[in-house]
């Protein structure tokens, strides 16, 4: 199906992140280092179930083809399995993702799997239990561990682990991240270090390019593969010795924006077209009632026609985005 989400410079728009809370329970130096604080933004919830099967609803009739959930940490919300059960009611949605902390991957892969989850991304920024601890504020390192082999033991033939990028924390870990996944199918994803409103100072100090990995990847035969058009933004590497595969995912290299294919809606209703935009199109009002559904499709449509071709990180602009949680990373 052809989209109709597209844009003023031709990108069409077949990828939504969804997220369903921006609670989390993790403390992740680079996001929520004094843990997760109630703001004022949530006073009248986040998204039901209903007025989530609603915008996903129409967003599949625009086009839609992969529908990720996000937060804060989605499995916090006792509803999870019933939100993905949701989404899953559209039959031209072919894939379902959820990226998560790991914390109750163990315990409720199979239930998620069953209510029609197609795919999963962990957030796994360290190898090492202790500087794991360190990072994330909670010691899970083996919780987590054993998630990603609970969900393998569900079926699902891959799963994909995001590492965030940090100079002097992770950056020269290569071997040991190599190491892991050369007899495992997981796709190690490495996302460079972005600059938030709350995040300033640490981005200065550990920030560094995805490229230097890159060029180690290249120099020891790792080979780029083609993009599919409903993919995430990473630049994906494989090598004929490893079950598993390299992302890189670099937003501060030229032209990232140009193939954006994805778009924002957060926990509260807001269409973001952009991570690092401002300000953000209501949907809520128009979610109560199955009626309305020509009525968001409308306003999702005029939106798009605003969208920027691309980000200002380049010059310091984070937009309204204080930390990653906001609206979901």
Not at 55 to 75: D, I, N, Q, Y
Request: one cysteine or more; glycine letters at 8%.
């Amino acid at each position: 199906m052809a989209s109709q989400l597209t844009d003023a410079f031709a990108r069409k728009f077949y990828y939504l992140r969804l997220s369903i809370t921006d609670v989390c329970n993790f403390r992740c130096t680079y996001c929520l280092p004094d843990g997760y604080k109630p703001g004022g933004v949530n006073n009248n919830g986040f998204l039901s179930v209903d007025e989530i099967r609603r915008v996903t609803r129409a967003f599949s009739a625009m086009g839609t083809e992969k529908v990720r959930l996000t937060g804060g940490e989605p499995s916090l919300r006792r509803d999870f399995p019933d939100i993905i059960a949701a989404v899953h009611e559209n039959a031209s949605i072919r894939q379902i993702a959820v990226t998560t902390n790991g914390y109750r991957l163990a315990r409720d892969v199979a239930l998620w799997r069953d209510a029609g989850l197609t795919a999963i991304n962990v957030s796994v920024d360290s190898l090492d239990a202790r500087q794991f601890h360190a990072i994330t504020g909670q010691d899970k390192f083996r919780q987590v561990m054993d998630g990603i082999d609970a969900a393998f033991a569900a079926g699902f033939a891959k799963v994909k682990v995001n590492t965030v990028l940090m100079r002097d924390v992770n950056h020269h870990q290569l071997d040991t991240f190599l190491a892991w996944i050369k007899s495992r199918p997981i796709q190690l994803r490495f996302i460079e270090l972005m600059e938030t409103g709350e995040g300033s100072e640490l981005f200065r100090n550990h920030h560094i390019s995805g490229m230097v990995l890159r060029d180690a990847l290249l120099k020891r035969g790792w080979i780029h593969q083609l993009r599919q058009r409903s993919d995430g933004p990473a630049q994906v590497f494989c090598h004929p010795d490893y079950m598993g595969e390299i992302g890189l995912i670099m937003p501060y290299e030229k032209d990232f924006c140009a193939s954006c294919n994805r778009l924002r809606v957060s926990s509260t209703g807001k269409l973001h077209l952009c991570l690092f935009g401002d300000g953000g199109v209501n949907l809520r009002d128009l979610m109560q009632a199955d009626v309305q559904q020509t009525m968001l499709e409308q306003r999702i449509a005029v939106a798009l026609t605003h969208k920027k071709q691309t980000h200002f990180l380049h010059d310091g602009n984070t937009g309204i985005t204080q930390n990653l949680s906001y609206i979901g990373g």
